[in-house]
């Protein structure tokens, strides 16, 4: 058996670079489920899990279902047989790229396993705890230098993100307790083991985790965005966001970190959006491309409650032409405008704002690939008169839009097409999907747009008691000859 020639040369296979992907592979097949390491859930996307992403079930969550038949008493032994063979090797085997490869693949095919993970993660950390320990205790005998060390190698940091994502809940908290509180300050300045740091932001279910971080980590957001640890921070507002904690405080601490160094409002406008969006750049819009993880972290606030990030809410509706134009043809700057326009728990009237200001630019944003997503979620921001700008826009455009790779789609999506042959039809369709969408958010509930204060909630309001009221009447008119007919049977049967 393949397990079993494995298993009696673990040493060897765990290091040798033709042996250990086919490890991996069999690995695979016994727990029914992908086990080579993965550079997705390892990236900075796994780490701004709920950021970035909508929040809720991951592929790479602990309790994840496997994707394929789960060999399980046959795993379980090939483990114990190998780990047991490679025990004096472990320290060695997490410094070798094959290695780690190797033990991060053991991680992920016990994945939602406790019993298991409650074994091999503390042998992984160094120690070996008698069957029975009690949970919180597993870790006792763990050497708190060795996994610092192993926390700050370069190969070793690798592992230690594998087992924080492997986790469960209780052997995570016990993680955290032992490793991290008290000491997350210093391993966000390190420039490996912040990536650790990151990890256990990304991997936590804990909103006591979150919290301690904003305690030892908040008033520090601006320094270490000016130390190029700003993964650190991302990482700390997704899980803000992921577990719905905190998130006033640390929008806070990010908005005293982005105006330390720099004016808080040039003009009359708040700098906190454009400093997120060009985080890297001295010139501000001018400078170019926007930072991706400044990107990354203002599409993040904008997920929190709408009353935690006011201000970053009016620095964004309050942004130049120019510079909302340079964020919308970005690829992250437009994933953050984006997830503003699309937030119904916003102020339609901040929305209205910002696409206002885009007006004079939807041409340019329909031909640029980034741009069209933003101007597709402008179209779904604006009333009647903006949704027809927007396709006039790109009408005028027709032969520049439909040359592009994304046009074609873009202009059926809106229906120019139909709006260029018969304009009060696309009118007619148009109003008829607002009445649609308006009696589905009266149904299901959703954002106001009454809250502005422009009296669209009434005018709503109005359509829905006059059509509650044709209801009725329609019954009425419906029952009447029922009626009728029942009271002629009673009179001749008299």
């Given at each position: 058996r393949v397990a079993d020639a494995v298993a009696a040369t673990a040493i060897d296979s765990a290091y040798?670079?033709?042996?250990?992907?086919?490890?991996?592979?069999?690995?695979?097949?016994?727990?029914?489920r992908e086990c080579a390491p993965s550079a997705k859930n390892a990236g900075l996307a796994g780490k701004l899990k709920g950021g970035t992403s909508a929040a809720g079930a991951f592929d790479d969550a602990p309790d994840a279902p496997a994707e394929r038949h789960v060999f399980q008493s046959e795993l379980r032994a090939f483990s114990d047989a190998v780990l047991a063979a490679l025990e004096p090797e472990l320290w060695n085997l997490s410094e070798d790229a094959c290695g780690s490869a190797f033990l991060q693949a053991m991680l992920i095919a016990h994945k939602g396993d406790t019993a298991s993970l409650n074994w091999i993660i503390p042998g992984f950390l160094g120690c070996a705890p008698e069957?029975?320990?009690?949970?919180?205790?597993?870790?006792?005998?763990?050497?708190?230098?060795?996994?610092?060390?192993?926390?700050?190698?370069r190969a070793g940091s690798h592992l230690f993100e594998a087992i924080l994502r492997a986790a469960p809940k209780g052997l995570m908290g016990e993680i955290f307790r032992r490793f991290f509180r008290d000491k997350m300050r210093a391993l966000a300045s390190h420039p490996t083991a912040n990536f650790t740091l990151q990890a256990m932001l990304g991997a936590t279910r804990d909103p006591e985790h979150v919290a301690a971080a904003l305690q030892e980590l908040g008033q520090d957001f601006g320094s270490l965005m000016r130390e190029r640890r700003a993964g650190v921070v991302a990482a700390t507002l997704a899980a803000c966001a992921r577990l719905r904690s905190g998130e006033r405080d640390a929008a806070k601490s990010l908005a005293r970190g982005l105006t330390a160094k720099g004016p808080a409002r040039v003009g009359g406008r708040s700098q906190l959006a454009p400093s997120l969006l060009w985080m890297d750049q001295h010139s501000g819009a001018a400078g170019g491309r926007c930072s991706v993880l400044g990107a990354a972290m203002?599409?993040?606030?904008?997920?929190?409650?709408?009353?935690?990030?006011?201000?970053?809410?009016?620095?964004?509706?309050?942004?130049?032409?120019?510079?909302?134009?340079?964020?919308?043809?970005?690829?992250?700057g437009s994933r953050a405008l984006e997830a503003f326009l699309t937030n119904p728990a916003h102020k339609p009237k901040l929305k209205r704002e910002l696409v206002e200001a885009l007006r004079e630019s939807f041409g340019a944003l329909a031909i640029s690939a980034c741009g069209s997503h933003v101007l597709q979620a402008c179209y779904g921001a604006s009333d009647a008169r903006g949704r027809e700008q927007i396709v006039q826009a790109i009408a005028r455009d027709e032969q520049k839009v439909a040359a592009t790779r994304h046009g074609p789609f873009l202009m059926k999506r809106l229906g120019v097409a139909e709006f260029n042959k018969a304009p009060e039809q696309w009118h007619r369709r148009t109003e008829k999907a607002e009445d649609v969408k308006a009696d589905f958010l009266a149904t299901f509930g959703g954002a106001e747009e009454g809250d502005d204060g422009d009296g669209d909630g009434d005018r709503r309001d109005g359509k829905r008691k006059?059509?509650?009221?044709?209801?009725?009447?329609?019954?009425?008119?419906?029952?009447?000859?029922?009626?009728?007919?029942k009271e002629k049977k009673e009179k001749k049967k008299k």
């Open positions: 040798d670079p033709r042996v250990s992907p086919v490890a991996r592979a069999l690995l695979s097949a016994l727990s029914g069957e029975g320990t009690k949970e919180g205790e597993l870790l006792a005998d763990a050497d708190a230098d060795d996994v610092r060390r192993l926390a700050e190698s203002l599409q993040t606030v904008l997920k929190f409650p709408p009353d935690c990030v006011p201000h970053f809410v009016e620095s964004l509706a309050s942004m130049t032409p120019a510079e909302l134009l340079s964020a919308a043809r970005d690829a992250g006059a059509s509650e009221g044709s209801e009725e009447e329609r019954v009425a008119e419906e029952e009447s000859p029922k009626k009728a007919k």
